[in-house]
């Protein structure tokens, strides 16, 4: 079963998000701010990051956690348009909230479906 990390400092979103997740066979390691995703021991398949947190964007802690976990999947959410300089390097996805459920499913499984070949 996938572990996901997901990163909200919104508590509504991260609970809506995990209910989702886990109702879809995940299992979700909920965290409201980048310093709390950082002491999360791992392993972590995906991380759901919204990009504006209090103490430094989705960018930053992508670039973090990929020092643990290089190619570390990310679909990173926010309210406001994409930025391409925002985005970190793939494999990414960007959810723009708000975001239907079913949109955050489908985001998660194709980062996670292995792809052909591999």
């Given at each position: 079963?996938?572990?996901?990390l997901?990163?909200d400092?919104?508590?509504?979103?991260?609970?809506?998000v995990t209910?989702?997740?886990?109702?879809?066979?995940?299992?979700?390691i909920?965290?409201?701010?980048?310093?709390?995703?950082?002491?999360?021991?791992?392993?972590?398949?995906?991380?759901?990051?919204?990009?504006?947190?209090?103490?430094?964007?989705?960018?930053?802690?992508?670039?973090?956690l990929?020092?643990?976990w290089?190619?570390?999947?990310?679909?990173?959410?926010s309210?406001?348009?994409?930025e391409?300089?925002?985005?970190?390097?793939?494999p990414?996805?960007?959810?723009?909230?708000?975001m239907?459920?079913?949109a955050?499913?489908?985001a998660?499984?194709?980062?996670?479906?292995?792809?052909?070949?591999?």
């Open positions: 079963m996938p572990t996901i997901v990163v400092d919104e508590q509504p979103i991260r609970e809506i209910r989702v997740l886990e109702r879809s066979g995940h299992r979700v909920a965290c409201p701010s980048a310093s709390c995703a950082d002491q999360i021991a791992g392993p972590i398949d995906l991380l759901l990051v919204d990009l504006v947190l209090p103490d430094v964007n989705g960018r930053e802690l992508t670039e973090l990929r020092k643990k290089p190619n570390l999947p990310v679909i990173l959410m309210g406001y348009l994409a391409q300089d925002f985005m970190p390097p793939a990414s996805f960007f959810l723009q909230k708000p239907l459920p079913s955050v499913v489908q998660v499984n194709a980062l996670l479906k292995p792809t052909a070949g591999s």
